[in-house]
Structures are given as C-alpha cells and as structure tokens.
C-alpha cells in the first residue's frame, strides 16, 4: 500500500514528516497536495504550532479533541496544526483544538523538535514520495 507523507521544515531548527491518513479526511488531503509545496511561517500556541497554507477547504469529519502527535488542517485560519501537548483550550493534558479541525494525519519523524519552534519561524510544506 502507498504511504503519503509530507515533510515540513522549520529553518534553522529541523524538519518533522508527517504520513497522511487519507482514510480519514481524503477530499482534505488531496486539495492540500495539489497545493504543494507551500512557504509560510509558524505560530505557537501551547503545545501547538500552526501556519496558514493559504488554501480553502471546508469542514470534513471535523473534531477539536486530538491526539499528541496529530496533525490537521483548520478551516478558519486555512491553516495547518501539529499538535504536541495540551493547548491554552485543553480539559486534560491531551491536545485540544480552539475550534473544529479536519485530521489529516500523524508525525513519524521529529516530534522533538517542536517543541524549540517559535512564532515567525520560515516553514516549508512539501510532498515526500516514499512507498510502504
């Protein structure tokens, strides 16, 4: 089976790759991949970095509720999240998003790193081909 994976680099700091799980959101992904590569530069938020990719998509199977180490795309700030800890909005110390976001998929490479990102960080976004 074909793995999809992006890899979004931080200047100066590293690079984390992220395999999308197009089981989850497809019509998301693929308007995002047909959409790269992208520059932007990244925000924080608690345990969240964020960065507008410039790109419109609407809502598709949308939670705030995440997972440490999930990645998704927010509608409202067409932006994409990696979320590392909790936010300035968790109930628990798991991550929570500020409003609905759509999943896309999950870091394998660099989590450690994120947490050594700071706001107007240069991030590029762009597809990784690799195969399972």
């Known amino acids: 089976m074909d793995v999809r994976l992006i890899k979004i680099s931080f200047k100066d700091i590293g690079s984390i790759i992220v395999e999308l799980r197009e089981d989850w959101n497809p019509k998301t992904i693929d308007k995002i991949i047909k959409n790269l590569p992208r520059r932007s530069r990244a925000n924080r938020w608690g345990d969240e970095v964020y960065f507008s990719i410039g790109i419109r998509v609407e809502e598709e199977n949308s939670r705030v509720d995440m997972e440490v180490g999930e990645v ?60 399972d």
């Open 72 to 131: 998704a795309y927010w509608p409202p700030g067409e932006a994409l999240c990696i979320f590392f800890g909790p936010t300035p909005v968790s109930i628990t110390n798991k991550p929570r998003a500020y409003s609905p976001v759509n999943p896309i998929g999950v870091v394998k490479e660099g989590m450690e790193i994120l947490s050594r990102i700071k706001g107007g960080e240069e991030v590029i976004v762009k597809l990784v081909e690799r195969v």
